[in-house]
């Protein structure tokens, strides 16, 4: 009997089993290992490799270019690199070899990895072009650079370890730390690092400055075409709140419009250069405003930085005075003056576009700008908004109109695939139309995640990385939903320090207000499984306003001081399992602020599924007769069975499969729920009984 494993097996399988082999050789060599030591090794873990090899095709091919030409798997997943012609290894590698011990399930990850770098090559590689642009001394979040070209994030982040294109070292997480996507270890860590005080980044705690963090609104600046100065112009423009209508009390709009300039009051702060530092600048406030709070402190060393050193000629201001907003542009530098009263020392020369002619605060201007400035800031960055802005005072026809997102209208196709009518599917599009939160509840079984699932895919186009699933239990938190501090290793490795970490909210967010002509969808399953009131604390308001803006309860010190708003193309989708909790027993804040739609096993369009997918396969009626008259049995509502348990082919295709699923699956939920009451649930329920009714 031939006992070679390799005996009759393709070029396919063989190159399979020669990339897992040469994985498993990599994990043994920390160091890593050139490419003409590596195979030899491998083929000796392979006997007969290559005499398989030579019965499977053209022999100019060999096992060894095998190895070389498809290994891309491996590098696009970051789980190798081969930096100056060595294999290694990196730390995602070693987690994968570990993880995936036989060749098949080794071969279905990578393999997946390297299919998402194929249908997104594009956004990988402008990924890599803004890296590649961050001058030395700057970083940028990989979140922010995900965001701008689409990707997920930590698909981005696998696929800058196995690659390390030029500046790969400078994409960090929010905080300024290594990301945590990467998982380095002790020597990718040192490297990293290492590459980073070589560039001028310094580190402190594991984290360099945020002073010098290239934000997602300026990122896309990075590839600014050269030889075309107005699309540069046009790149490199912010827009800025400042505040003048209540400084120390007394509105300085009159004097700011009548000779042209913007001013912050500075009275105590000593004069600084143009382009100063931030940590200059907060060095600076705490020696000259020593006597104010810490809150005070840092909400000026963030206003002066940013009037210093963010803001530049050319860069859009927006000033209101009680319900007339101002709109106009700087024309040159930062400059410290004699102040009567000293509330204007630090001044800008704008150019006031609207000054005879000022916009309506509550008619002129979109909501979410609106929001935000009603908000107690004195500064604020609005570049998200500047599209909309520079529309509002300089209308021209070449200027394209902002797209708004839409929800597309349920299809029959859809209906079809999901055996429900497509007057219902229609009517849920309706209801997020009209307030973007939904809830589907129902008893178990009725296909509510299911539903919610294909319904969101749907909604956001069929876009994997724009839909995001999340399921609440007993302890989950705010700080596991939205935003918290989180212990991780800290820069050493000897212990851990805690940083403030996005959740799937705050991380689904950014990427709506990255794309903001784009529906985003967030599922969360089992809703009333949470503590609804302290998961959503102070995100409770924003759910019905969306309009409005609030600070936050947590946020970095980069952060501090900026409103939060949610985007209005972000879609909430719950689903509620009513066996669980009734709905009845959801606080009424929460209920305002979903519509809710039910599931029910006796209603539409639930009540006719089953008997729908029976049909679409040509079997017989006799489940959805059965499953009627269980329900019939049923007195408590919410107790009812759903359809889903009895929707699996493969129980149709064993003559005791159906009988499996109902004396294993159904019936143990109907003895929770009579449990100590006496009812003999086998003998009201079981199939003889129900079947004999029938009969």
Not at 462 to 488: I, M, T
Request: include cysteine; charged fraction near 25%.
């Amino acid at each position: 009997m031939n006992m070679d494993p390799l005996a009759g097996a393709s070029r396919m399988v063989l190159t399979r089993k020669i990339l897992f082999e040469a994985a498993q050789v990599l994990a043994e060599s920390p160091e890593g290992l050139p490419v003409s030591q590596l195979w030899p090794v491998t083929r000796d873990r392979l006997p007969g490799v290559e005499e398989q090899w030579k019965q499977g095709g053209v022999e100019s091919n060999t096992p060894e270019l095998a190895l070389q030409f498809k290994s891309g798997g491996l590098v696009k997943s970051g789980w190798v690199t081969k930096a100056h012609g060595r294999w290694q290894l990196t730390p995602l590698g070693r987690i994968a070899v570990s993880k995936h011990s036989d060749v098949q399930s080794f071969t279905e990850v990578y393999h997946a990895g390297y299919k998402y770098w194929e249908q997104h090559r594009a956004a990988f590689e402008m990924a890599k072009r803004l890296l590649e642009s961050v001058p030395e001394g700057s970083w940028v979040a990989a979140s922010d650079l995900a965001g701008q070209t689409g990707l997920d994030g930590s698909r981005l982040v696998a696929l800058l370890q196995g690659e390390r294109p030029d500046g790969w070292y400078r994409a960090l997480d929010a905080d300024g730390g290594l990301p945590d996507a990467a998982h380095p270890d002790g020597e990718l860590r040192q490297r990293w690092e290492r590459l980073l005080e070589d560039d001028g980044l310094h580190i402190v705690l594991g984290q360099v400055s945020p002073a010098r963090r290239i934000t997602g609104a300026d990122m896309h600046q990075l590839v600014v075409d050269p030889d075309n100065d107005d699309a540069a112009a046009e790149r490199s423009r912010r827009a800025w709140l400042i505040r003048g209508s209540n400084v120390q009390g007394v509105s300085l709009m009159e004097d700011w419009l009548a000779d042209g300039y913007c001013s912050l009051p500075a009275s105590k702060l000593r004069e600084l250069p143009p382009g100063v530092t931030q940590e200059a600048i907060k060095v600076a406030v705490d020696e000259d405003y020593a006597h104010g709070s810490y809150n005070d402190k840092l909400k000026k060393t963030t206003e002066f930085f940013a009037f210093l050193s963010r803001m530049r000629e050319d860069d859009l201001v927006l000033s209101n005075d009680g319900g007339n907003v101002y709109l106009g542009y700087l024309r040159g530098g930062p400059g410290f003056r004699a102040s009567v009263e000293n509330r204007a020392n630090l001044q800008r020369p704008v150019e006031w576009a609207n000054a005879d002619a000022p916009l309506d605060f509550a008619d002129d201007l979109p909501d979410e700008i609106s929001a935000k400035l009603a908000t107690q800031h004195d500064v604020l960055d609005l570049t998200e908004f500047i599209d909309d802005l520079e529309r509002l005072i300089e209308p021209r026809q070449d200027r394209p109109l902002a797209r708004e997102f839409a929800l597309p209208d349920a299809t029959a196709e859809l209906a079809a695939d999901l055996l429900v009518d497509q007057d219902w599917l229609q009517e849920c599009v309706e209801l997020l139309r009209d307030r973007p939160q939904l809830i589907l509840y129902g008893p178990p079984g009725t296909g509510k995640t299911f539903l919610g699932q294909h319904l969101a895919q749907h909604l956001a186009g069929g876009k994997p990385e724009n839909v995001k699933l999340v399921q609440f239990h007993p302890a989950y938190s705010y700080e596991d939903f939205f935003e918290g501090f989180r212990p991780v290793q800290s820069a050493d490795g000897q212990g851990v320090a805690f940083k403030p970490l996005p959740g799937p909210l705050l991380r689904l967010v950014d990427a709506a207000r990255q794309r903001p002509e784009e529906p985003f969808v967030l599922i969360i399953d089992e809703i009333n499984r949470g503590n609804l009131a302290k998961i959503f604390g102070e995100l409770y308001f924003l759910l019905e306003y969306r309009d409005k803006a609030i600070d936050l309860l947590y946020s970095s010190a980069e952060e501090a001081g900026k409103p939060f708003t949610l985007p209005k193309n972000l879609i909430i989708l719950g689903t509620m399992n009513t066996a669980d909790r009734s709905i009845a027993l959801v606080d009424a804040a929460m209920r305002r602020r979903f519509a809710f739609v039910e599931l029910h096993p006796e209603e539409k369009p639930t009540a006719d599924v089953l008997r729908r997918w029976l049909a679409g396969r040509e079997l017989p009626e006799e489940a959805a007769l059965l499953l009627d008259e269980l329900n019939a049995r049923i007195e408590d509502r919410d107790f009812k069975i759903g359809p889903s348990y009895l929707m699996r082919p493969r129980i149709y295709q064993d003559a005791r499969g159906f009988e499996r699923v109902w004396r294993t699956q159904i019936l143990p939920l109907l003895e929770e729920h009579h449990y100590g009451d006496g009812v003999d649930v086998a003998e009201r329920y079981g199939l003889e009984t129900l079947r004999l009714q029938l009969s």
